[in-house]
């Protein structure tokens, strides 16, 4: 959710909104200092590729994924044998999902396939209904449809798990609700969240819904028994205050906390002034857009740092801070030796913007085919499947 | 929740506190104007006498049940055809239920079979979980130790569903706990709740789970379809200080396109000391417990029990008692007339033959296909 951009004091960063300081970027040095979280460095990229040997996914190694909670702590016990499972989330506001929206469910699923543990998805229908102010019907009706999307990304069946709140809450999951609830008053959370007196309820009663699935003991037909299994949540950074807030909440319930591992926010094609914005059709790549689409948003939006004439380009050369199409590649050019090519050739002026518009186009358009290839593949069936409360036997194998 | 009695400004009645101003006894009237609900005069008495064809409750009689919101429109529904269902509920706080614990279910009891309609009893173990501060675990046992007492009491298994939050919470009741959450701001549950910026917020999202059984689409169990909604209203009944839960409840329902629950409420069971609050769980003299023995009543009410008569026979004789104040016939006019009631409280009492598989069976999520007959 984009605002304008306004001048602003400080960078505001929460669930529901993300922008940065004036007309700048999001600087997320700052952002780690005034959550608390660590940087993600290099020894865990290299610790992951030495424990899971598999080359790390693209994210972790471009610094997609730079942040982390307690990362170091689910290395260790994955060492010692250990296992954890993995919980992500969508909040179904929209049919339309740009890449910036598969970014957590691509790592997801790269991080289920290397360390082989189970995973769940929380589909948070009843916070859109309340924040979206939807009619019940049309947040399940979407969280449904997202699941497709989801599904396609790839997730093992045999170890995932997709619910919605609106079907799931209940039993031990809201036993849970109650208990992280009794532990955060209203004050609290108008400190983490912002939360007036003009707000509904069930607003202020949520947070514990996106709490509980940190605890195995909210899937007793998944981790029955195993009060002690640990979870790691990879997501934006902007969904940090439910975790923050969680984290301090489990002690006092008696599990443990929650891992976290942390991404940027995919930078708009006009620029990294915020988030992608699913208002703004030309903001984003859609899953949905054809390679003309894709063509046509990149020529025309993307924001680039080269100069305004070739001349001047051949001169000084990219601007490689601020150029929109590098910065993509840069999340999504598997090849680390051509991205670095293309480092050396855009930044010095050798190589033009055309061109990596050009490969641009092309990678996303691959990622973008791929995907609804594998979405048009997902009947109601197999998310039926995928959101079925039963055990997951072989979720450790 | 019984306060020392300090000098008070005002009265206090909501769900969790009430007591009367200074040292006096609770102004029903005042309480009426306040909350804005309507006397439950002698005309209804009247009317329900001669809807059921029987003698109508003592509660009734002696205006135990004294106040109400729309019952003249659920008796006008009734005359038409039109059924409705029973709501009421308890807080399984403890497991020593006293006599003013049954008064609503007594009532309750009557009203099913006088009407021969449904009725859906919620054990709040989420609340007191939240309120009282035990675990989750420690609640949901003493909601079905509670569930016993209340199915003591005689209910139709064919028309009663028992449920408690923590069990049944989810699907369409939890639906319906959002509707009625994105209607409600923070600083309305203030204002009607009292609750500030250190309670947790668990009590601030609390409210709408006592709303929701108001409504009869969470109760797909009727197999009546989720939405039939408009064809059956919901009558609840409860002690005065519920009364700010289904305000807020009848404030929310018109915009969810629900009928408002109609209510029947109870004035407060006074202590055997006398009329300055309600009975506590918490002083085991200032109440007669269903589990008191003969002995025990005899001596509580010897002991305890708050008299108006004079200081000496002679200015008795003169004066007479205080029957303002006197808690033996104030007793006796709650019980009296009816020594089945009493009878049935202290000897007959069926609490023991209640089993597990009763709870079970009272508390199973299944269709009443002879609700209404």
Known sequence: MEKENETKAEQVVNPWEVSAKGTGKI?????IDQFGCQRLDK????????LTSRTPHIFLRRNVFFAHRDFNEILDAYERGEKFYLYTGRGPSSEALHL???VPFMFTKYLQEAFKVPLVIQLTDDEKCMWKNLTVEESKRLARENAKDIIACGFDI??????????????????????VAKCVTYNKVVGIFGFTGEDHIGKISFPPVQAVPSFPSSFPHLFSGKDKLRCLIPCAIDQDPYFRM?????????????????????????GETGKMSASDANSAIYVTDSQKDIKYKV???????GQDSVENHRKYGANLEV???????????????????????????????GEVKKRLIDVLTEIVERHRAARAAVTDEMVDAFMAVRPLPNMFN
Do not use: C, W
């Open 27 to 31: 600087d997320y040095d700052k952002l």
């Open 246 to 270: 969680t984290r301090d909440v489990a002690p006092r319930l008696g599990y443990n906390k929650p891992a976290l591992i942390e991404s940027l926010f995919f930078p708009a094609l006009q």
């Open 158 to 179: 045999s170890r995932t798990f997709i619910f919605s709140d609106f079907d799931y809450v209940g039993g031990a999951f809201y036993e849970n609700m109650v208990k």
């Open 100 to 102: 910036g929206h598969l």
């Open 299 to 305: 020529n025309k939006y993307a924001f680039s740092g």
């Open 43 to 50: 020894s865990f990229v290299d610790r992951v590729f030495r």
């Open 323 to 353: 150029d929109i199409p590098f910065k993509y590649l840069s999340f999504f050019l598997d090849d680390d030796e051509e991205l670095e090519h293309i480092r050396k050739e855009y930044g010095s002026g050798r190589m033009l913007t």
